[in-house]
Nanobody, 116 residues
Framework: QVQLVESGGGAVQPGESLRLSCAAS????????MGWYRQAPGKERELVAT???????GYADSVKGRFDISRDNAKNMVYLQMNSLKPEDTAIYYC??????????WGQGTQVTVSS
């Protein structure tokens, strides 16, 4: 059974940093494409960052240069380091895994609020 559990969200001021963590079970993070999505109030869910099994990372234009996705294969964890946070980064952040022939699995989400 695939399970993704996010943590690390919280309330910060503009310009500050947060690191989100995603603990995966029932799936090997290094064998699959892992991702982070977010959904702000009243908006559609959007892709934030992905990391492939070959460690290729991709980012939404809105977070390039500020966010960094990484993984720890030994711990079976995926991280999203978020720097220089802006109010528009406020959203629920979801961890995902894309599995061959099984589709995409989602975590339950963690809230990030950026406000002065």
């Amino acid at each position: 059974q695939v399970q993704l559990v996010e943590s690390g969200g919280g309330a910060v001021q503009p310009g500050e940093s947060l690191r989100l963590s995603c603990a995966a079970s029932g799936v090997a993070v290094y064998l699959n494409t892992m991702g982070w999505y977010r959904q702000a109030p009243g908006k559609e869910r959007e892709l934030v960052a992905t990391i492939s099994s070959g460690s290729r990372a991709g980012y939404a234009d809105s977070v390039k240069g500020r966010f960094d996705i990484s993984r720890d294969n030994a711990k079976n964890m995926v991280y999203l380091q978020m720097n220089s946070l802006k109010p528009e980064d406020t959203a629920i952040y979801y961890c995902t895994v894309d599995m061959y022939r099984r589709g995409r699995y989602w975590g339950q989400g963690t809230q990030v609020t950026v406000s002065s």
